[in-house]
């Protein structure tokens, strides 16, 4: 078997279902392979930004690996951003990338795509990378790619297998799948018996889930953890559609997502006045809880994330966050019929559009997809950075991807087409009008891919979180680019909407349509932005006054 076939097959053994790839010279016969094989199908993109997101957000959906494959330089520096995403957010992306090979490594020459040394691009992506490798020995190839592999599931973060162009033939043996890294299970259940005791102590324990629950595929696990514990649980800013399904929500206290000074007060009360909160999976990060009135003292907090879990000054290391799960659920009993929560229950999503000449809002964006999903059921959306994202957090339960937490723009399209791909479901893609303009265009190769994605864009005309953070910048406009035109001549429909009733109009016929993608322009005032972000902005400049004040 060559170095070649043996890496497709291992990508696959190990949970990749599909390679996004764009072309180069550099790994133009590891491509040959992927085409002669078929070992794993081959999507090609436009842009190696949009690879990147595709591959990140069909590792959300599928929860296998995704993988990007690149050439030299020129490729794999074009998708640093995206993979910084996927390392930031922890997703499972195996970046495979071509290099040079031996004889041109040392032939004196600088090399095209070269920057400043021919190991640059390996230098960039240690810091973005969770592990590395590069094939340039057969004989230590098939273990050093089981390794990396296992580090990408285990840390849920991306790695680099680098391919050196005159490698991709060579004889190799295949790649073995490495059982888990070992770990102390009596570690695991000191920690278990230590929480258990915290938790039963508390007076207002509060369960706060974030992403990882979703990268381990544990979330059925921790849905029964939570009737048993019977604890109200909230959801992270990043962790917004986890237990989304009905089956995963039953007998769970679920009050919602906690958004700071941006939330409901009921709900973020749950987390500010807690005396134990409990987090699940969670991104210590700005986005997740730098929104708090309060300044969280983690000292009082039981925190289980990236195989490590916190108790108060306790740190247990090398603790897998399905193992504690697990550990927890074998010492807590199975309640009887779950009872009610006693807590007021959280304000209902905003439903119920009227379809009238009443020119549209931006609040207007939740309050239709709501009733979208009321009379159909919940569906998959992924939603780029910005106010489309807050209007993503007025939605009723469904699946999310975005970028909540490293905040890029230009996920959202190739990110949508990364869902449709991995799941073979429709994928409703929110996006802004200056995150179109960034990758937007990926949308054109959806007629070849035989991909009818529904996009929304949400166009005002400028960068709107620029101008609700400051609202007397002018480098926020951007003009009007009537994307609705341009989706007819890149093969699917477009709709340019401006009243509540054209909005309606077209997404019913939107979701009527199948076999060719559908752009909905959706048309909104500059200086407009939904409640949420309203909400989000004032408290962010209430909480910086009050921070300038007091230092």
Known sequence: ??????????????????????PGDFILPLFQQMEESKILPLITLSHEPGLGFAADAAARMHGGIGVAAVTYG????????????????????VV?????????????????????????????????????VRLSDPATA????????????????????????DMTLAPMAEVPVLDGSPFSQDAVDECAAEWLARIQAARQPVLVLDVEVRRFGIEAQVAELARRLQLPV??????????????????????????????????????????????????????????????MDFRRTLIAAHREVRVGHHIYQNIPLAALVAALLERVPAAAPYAASTLPPQPAPPTGLVADDTPLCAGDLSRALNDRILAHGPMPIVSDMGDCLFAAMELLPTLLVAPGYYATMGFGVPAGIGVQVATGERSLILVGDGAFQMTGWEIGNCP?????????????????????????????????????????VLGGRGHRV?????????????????????????????????????????????????????G
């Open 1 to 22: 078997m060559t170095l070649g076939l043996s890496l497709l097959r291992a990508l696959k053994n190990h949970g990749a279902q599909e390679i996004f790839g764009i």
């Open 74 to 93: 020129a490729g794999a520096l074009n998708m640093v951003n995206a993979v910084a995403s996927a390392y930031a957010e922890r997703s499972p992306l």
């Open 96 to 132: 495979v990338a071509g290099c040079p090979g031996a004889v041109e490594s040392h032939a004196g020459l600088l090399l095209h795509h070269q920057v400043r040394h021919v190991d640059s691009q390996w230098r960039i992506f240690q810091e973005i990378t969770c592990d590395q």
């Open 142 to 165: 098939p273990a050093d790619i089981a390794r990396v592999l296992r580090s990408c599931r285990e840390f849920s973060q991306p790695v680099l297998i680098e391919v050196p162009r």
């Open 234 to 295: 909230l959801t992270t800013f990043m962790g917004r559609g986890l237990l989304a399904g009905d089956e995963l929500r039953r007998g769970v206290q679920l009050h919602g997502t906690y958004l700071g000074v941006a939330g409901d007060a009921q709900t973020t009360a749950l987390l500010d006045e807690s005396d134990l909160p409990i987090l699940l999976g969670a991104i210590l990060s700005d986005v997740n809880f730098g929104v708090s009135a309060e300044r």
């Open 448 to 488: 070849r891919l035989g991909l009818d994605p529904i996009v929304i864009v949400l166009n005002n005309q400028s960068w709107e979180m620029i101008r609700a953070f400051q609202t007397q910048s002018q480098c926020a406009a951007l003009g009007d680019w009537r994307f609705a035109d341009l989706a007819n």
């Open 498 to 550: 401006t009243t509540r009733m054209e909005f309606k109009a077209a997404l019913d016929a939107a979701f009527a349509e199948r076999g060719r993608f559908q752009l909905i322009e959706f048309m909104v005032p500059p200086g407009d932005s939904t409640p949420t972000l309203q909400r989000f902005s004032a408290g962010i400049h209430a909480l910086r006054a009050r921070a300038a004040v007091a």
